[in-house]
Nanobody, 123 residues
């Protein structure tokens, strides 16, 4: 059973930085690819970044140039470095895992989810 646990959320002023981590257990990491999603207040969950089957990250336009994500298969972890944070980045951030041959941009591709971690950016 795959289990995912996010950490690193918190409160930060606009323009600041936070780093999220996701620890994965219960699987062989070479089989799965991971991604980040978020749900802002009153909004639907949306994709933030995902790791492709080639190991390369793809970012949503709203975070491109500000966020950086990487998957470490030796440590079974996924990270999200968030810089130049904006008020609109306020959300619960979720880590998710999928079988690598599924499309990483689709939420439905992910079969395993973490509980989420709150990120609050003050304006």
């Amino acid at each position: 059973q795959v289990q995912l646990a996010e950490s690193g959320g918190g409160w930060v002023q606009s323009g600041g930085s936070l780093r999220l981590s996701c620890a994965a257990s219960g699987y062989s990491s070479v089989t799965y690819c991971m991604g980040w999603f978020r749900r802002g207040p009153g909004k639907e969950r949306e994709g933030v970044a995902y790791i492709g089957s080639d190991g390369k990250p793809t970012y949503a336009d709203s975070v491109k140039g500000r966020f950086t994500s990487s998957q470490d298969n030796t440590k079974n972890t996924l990270s999200l470095q968030m810089n130049s944070l904006k008020f609109e980045d306020t959300a619960v951030y979720y880590c998710a895992a999928r079988l690598c041959f599924f499309n990483g941009s689709r939420e439905a591709s992910y079969g395993w989810w973490g509980q989420g971690t709150q990120v609050t950016v003050s304006s």
